[in-house]
């Protein structure tokens, strides 16, 4: 496993990085979970969105990182500090234009606050994002959450939700197992 600096453990600790989807994909015991089609993750909403996530928890910094599967680290870690827009969140992600811009990548991502209390996890070639999230997380942010389109998994799949519809059967069963949510 590659040496991680310190603004990768963060990240890091939260993620088995051994693990891809349907498995596991967090370390931290989070209780609720909420899929999303992954190209939310990369919208000026969902920027908004986890931008106002870190001042509401007076947390240092957004931190996005590209997960190295080869070599299981998180790498390249981008930040965006409180008073960031959802502009400034996309903006990040397309630095540097399609040949060096994260948006055009088909790469896996974690994005996370310093506090640790909630993480999202993202497959762009699967077409899967999940976000993790503690359950003061979840309380503190419910009303943002019903204004994305984020839902528990069993609705997804049983809603056939793009990209649900797309994937196995067994596929679908085995994020259901691996990510029940209250």
């Known amino acids: 496993m590659a040496m991680k600096t310190g603004r990768q ?20 015991p989070f209780q609720y979970f909420r899929f999303m089609e992954v ?6 909403a969902f920027g908004c969105s986890v931008l106002s996530w870190i001042d509401a928890e007076n947390s240092d910094s957004l931190r996005i990182g590209k997960i190295v599967e080869s070599s299981s680290c998180v790498d390249q870690i ?24 994260w ?16 993480c999202v996890y993202c497959e762009r070639y699967n077409e899967v994002a999940v976000l993790g999230l503690d359950e003061q997380s979840f309380v503190r942010f419910s009303d943002q959450l019903t204004s994305l389109p984020v839902q528990r998994i069993e ?8 990209p649900f519809d797309c994937l196995t059967p067994r596929w679908n069963s085995r994020l259901i197992q691996n990510y029940r949510s209250i």
């Open 103 to 118: 948006f055009y990548d088909m790469g896996t991502y974690a994005i996370a606050s310093d506090t640790g209390r909630w």
């Open 39 to 44: 190209d939310l993750v990369f919208s000026e």
């Open 9 to 28: 453990n963060k990240i890091f600790s939260m993620l088995n990085l051994e693990n891809s989807l349907p498995d596991q994909v967090f370390n931290k």
């Open 155 to 162: 609705e997804m799949v049983s809603n056939k939700i793009y």
């Open 78 to 101: 981008r930040q965006l500090n409180p008073g960031s827009s959802g502009t400034d969140y996309v903006n990040l992600l397309r630095d540097g234009g399609p040949d060096q811009g």
